[in-house]
């Protein structure tokens, strides 16, 4: 059983965030705020409260206002990895794959909002369940059926062993999270030009070496304003 503490993240913030617009007119979306704060630093809270020492964050889009708030974050050890164009998904955390230090990390969209479950937090699920020996990516899924506020896409199903399947008509019972474990072995023949880290899970499905954990909590999809808005406004009526 691994311990969460005992792997870097890596955060990706270098996208431009479109659909999100005007709330990303003038920042990354990483910065755009859920519950009164950016959702970079919810993500930063959960590494912090894992005990995650070591992060890197990708930049591209807004690189200086992302750089501006990283700066003020109360983090241990945060590495900017800025990038003059955008690299996609996938080149750009192989630029910076050094910094996770040949071992394996977790990866996350820097869009990422979630709630923990009842009894472990994502980070330690997923590291718990991590077998380096038959895993090359571990996924975090949402089930659909479970998505309420913003919508789902069933990205994918598990078969009996826990392994991951892409579902191309989308019609799975599962939507990717944003969270995942990766190996950094799985790099080695990839590209030198812009792709997407999907290309890596499909290769990692191919071999039989892509999982999934099921998450058993809140997890939101927000893609539009009015996806921002009526998780904000879910969150305030909680908070009251």
Same mark, same amino acid.
């Given at each position: 059983?691994? !311990?969460?503490? !005992?792997?870097?993240?890596?955060?990706?913030? /270098?996208?431009?965030? =479109?659909?999100?617009?005007?709330?990303? !007119?003038?920042?990354?979306?990483?910065?755009?705020?859920? *519950?009164?704060?950016?959702?970079?630093?919810?993500?930063? #809270?959960?590494?912090?409260?894992?005990?995650?020492?070591?992060?890197?964050?990708?930049?591209?889009?807004?690189? @200086?206002?992302?750089?501006?708030? $990283?700066?003020?974050?109360?983090?241990?050890?945060?590495?900017?990895?800025?990038?003059?164009?955008?690299?996609?998904?996938?080149?750009?955390?192989? =630029? /910076?794959? #050094?910094?996770?230090?040949? &071992?394996?990390?977790?990866?996350?969209?820097?869009? *990422?909002?979630?709630?923990?479950?009842?009894? @472990?937090?994502?980070?330690?699920?997923?590291?718990?369940?991590?077998? %380096?020996?038959?895993?090359?990516?571990?996924?975090?899924?949402?089930?659909?059926?479970?998505?309420?506020?913003? &919508?789902?896409?069933?990205?994918? !199903?598990?078969?009996? *062993?826990?392994?991951?399947?892409?579902? $191309?008509?989308?019609?799975?019972?599962?939507?990717?999270?944003?969270? =995942?474990?990766?190996? %950094?072995?799985?790099?080695?023949?990839?590209?030198? @030009? %812009?792709?997407?880290?999907?290309?890596?899970?499909? /290769?990692?499905? @191919? &071999?039989?070496? $892509?999982?999934? $954990?099921?998450?058993? *909590?809140?997890?939101? #999809?927000?893609?539009?304003?009015?996806?921002?808005? =009526?998780?904000?406004?879910?969150?305030?009526?909680? /908070?009251?």
């Amino acid at each position: 059983m691994h !311990n969460p503490s !005992n792997f870097n993240a890596f955060i990706l913030a /270098a996208g431009e965030g =479109r659909r999100l617009r005007p709330y990303t !007119n003038d920042i990354p979306k990483p910065l755009v705020k859920l *519950a009164g704060k950016p959702i970079l630093e919810h993500i930063f #809270h959960r590494l912090n409260h894992a005990n995650i020492s070591h992060v890197t964050v990708n930049g591209a889009y807004k690189k @200086e206002v992302l750089k501006t708030f $990283l700066d003020s974050c109360d983090f241990p050890s945060i590495y900017f990895s800025e990038e003059d164009d955008l690299l996609d998904t996938g080149l750009g955390v192989k =630029r /910076a794959l #050094h910094t996770m230090e040949n &071992k394996p990390f977790y990866l996350c969209n820097g869009d *990422a909002f979630w709630t923990d479950g009842p009894n @472990e937090t994502v980070f330690e699920r997923l590291a718990h369940m991590w077998n %380096p020996e038959t895993m090359d990516i571990l996924l975090l899924l949402q089930p659909v059926k479970n998505m309420i506020l913003t &919508k789902g896409v069933g990205d994918y !199903n598990l078969d009996k *062993a826990g392994k991951a399947v892409r579902c $191309l008509n989308q019609d799975g019972e599962y939507m990717f999270a944003g969270v =995942r474990i990766c190996n %950094p072995d799985i790099f080695q023949d990839s590209p030198n @030009e %812009p792709f997407s880290f999907l290309q890596l899970m499909d /290769a990692a499905q @191919e &071999k039989g070496r $892509l999982y999934g $954990l099921i998450h058993d *909590a809140d997890w939101h #999809h927000i893609s539009t304003p009015e996806d921002l808005e =009526r998780v904000n406004n879910a969150l305030r009526e909680e /908070a009251a």
